[in-house]
């Protein structure tokens, strides 16, 4: 799955680059589509991206044949009556039903689903406790439920065990629609899929991706389709997968070509260190938005796009790829350096999840996996390569280990417990 993630990413704006070099209009900037030349361009910056990746896969293939044997010699002398996953999601699924019940009630999540409230004015509401809640349904949440299906790949099938992971799928995808946005849920249970679907065929990849499709569309209808009036679901969808994905890079490929000058970008690389310390270790002024452009890519991109800074500042984002980024970096050249980046860090992070799923390291695996579909798989379909260093990450993986750790406590406390006789 983790080879269809990328393709994705990938395919999707060249898709939507053709899409408006043939004349369709290009919804995120506002401007009819007319051929810039920029289809070719990307399709190079695929192709080193899908050159770099495949190399450093395969300088590391005989290691993981190694491996692979390794791995079902220990799969094979498993312990056939070993009840940690048993107990694990039991554990799992009683945290994430706190969880709901706290977003529901404490934080009023209830009244999106009612309809009495918005998203924006949930998100709103919840304060101070907003980062810890963001941490929750981006890294903690994916991450145990991730881990937790490690444990079952590696145990016995028994239905009860299929029942559980399967409960806890619901609840996840419950608590991500509390945020009341279509893909919440489904991007929480992610990182689990990479895993479980680590080797997957064309055929069961388009039934994952029917049933993402599905939950999208039923979101649609819950939370949004009043703000399209009666724009075509499904038209709606292609556009946003095609053309919103490659519009704005197909944009700024037509600036470039026309002698247009970029913001100074390296200066947005000092963002990894959190707003609230670019603004006391470097006097960053948050009111003046040019001068906080300056050090933050999306707000360049933003504008560049022609998006108004107060706009911007506002919450409003269109999606630029590392493309783009490589472009306002350094023109032509900086889209190759970005290139050969991207599938360094693409080729890398496959070989380490999968040499940990290899060697049974449950915690690394489900680490990784979450680090690739929270901060690597936005860089690759949004730009911005802080999203792989930013603070936040370092506060929501430590989050990550204390809960899990708290988890694994307890299962070993009840596996342990004497029972009643």
């Given at each position: 799955m983790f080879k269809y993630l990328v393709a994705f990413t990938l395919l999707t704006p060249l898709i939507g680059i053709y899409l408006v070099e043939s004349g369709e209009y290009a919804g995120s900037v506002g401007k009819s589509g007319v051929d810039y030349g920029a289809f070719e361009v990307f399709f190079m910056y695929a192709a080193i991206v899908s050159l770099v990746a495949i190399s450093i896969v395969a300088f590391k293939k005989g290691k993981m044949k190694r491996l692979e044997v390794e791995y079902k010699k220990r799969m094979e002398a498993r312990d056939l009556n070993d009840s940690s996953y048993y107990v694990f999601s039991i554990a799992v699924l009683v945290f994430n039903l706190m969880l709901l019940l706290v977003f529901l009630f404490g934080f009023n999540a209830i009244g999106v689903w009612m309809g009495r409230i918005s998203k924006g004015v949930f998100r709103t509401n919840l304060g101070p406790f907003g980062s810890i809640a963001f941490n929750l349904t981006k890294i903690t949440i994916p991450a145990i439920f991730a881990y937790s299906t490690v444990l079952y790949m590696q145990s016995v099938k028994k239905k009860t065990y299929t029942y559980l992971w399967l409960a806890n799928?619901?609840?996840?995808?419950?608590?991500?629609?509390?945020?009341?946005?279509?893909?919440?849920?489904?991007?929480?249970?992610m990182p689990a899929f990479v895993l479980l679907f680590w080797k997957v065929s064309v055929k069961i990849m388009l039934k994952i991706a029917a049933a993402f499709f599905a939950v999208i569309y039923i979101s649609f209808q819950a939370f949004d389709v009043d703000e399209v009036g009666d724009v075509d679901p499904f038209t709606l969808l292609f556009h946003r997968l095609t053309i919103y994905q490659g519009d704005v890079s197909w944009l700024l490929w037509g600036k470039y070509m026309q002698g247009d000058e970029f913001h100074d970008y390296f200066p947005t690389l000092l963002a990894g260190i959190g707003d609230t310390a670019l603004v006391k270790l470097f006097d960053v002024d948050k009111e003046n938005l040019v001068e906080w452009m300056g050090y933050h890519f999306s707000y360049i991109l933003n504008y560049t796009a022609g998006i108004p800074l107060t706009v911007v500042a506002e919450g409003h984002n269109v999606v630029g790829t590392p493309f783009s980024e490589g472009l306002i970096a350094g023109g032509f050249l900086g889209i190759i350096y970005i290139a050969i980046l991207v599938g360094l860090v693409v080729g890398l992070v496959f070989n380490l999840i999968k040499k940990y799923l290899l060697t049974s390291n449950k915690v690394m695996s489900a680490l990784l996996a979450t680090y690739f579909c929270f901060n690597v798989f936005p860089w690759l379909t949004g730009g911005s390569v802080?999203?792989?260093?930013?603070?936040?990450?370092?506060?929501?993986?430590?989050?990550?280990?204390?809960?899990?750790?708290?988890?694994?406590?307890?299962?070993?406390?009840?596996?342990?417990?004497?029972?009643?006789?």
């Open positions: 799928i619901f609840l996840i995808l419950i608590l991500g629609s509390v945020w009341g946005f279509k893909t919440t849920g489904m991007m929480m249970l802080v999203v792989l260093y930013h603070i936040s990450n370092l506060f929501g993986y430590i989050l990550t280990l204390a809960v899990l750790d708290m988890l694994l406590m307890s299962v070993k406390y009840l596996q342990n417990k004497p029972r009643l006789t």
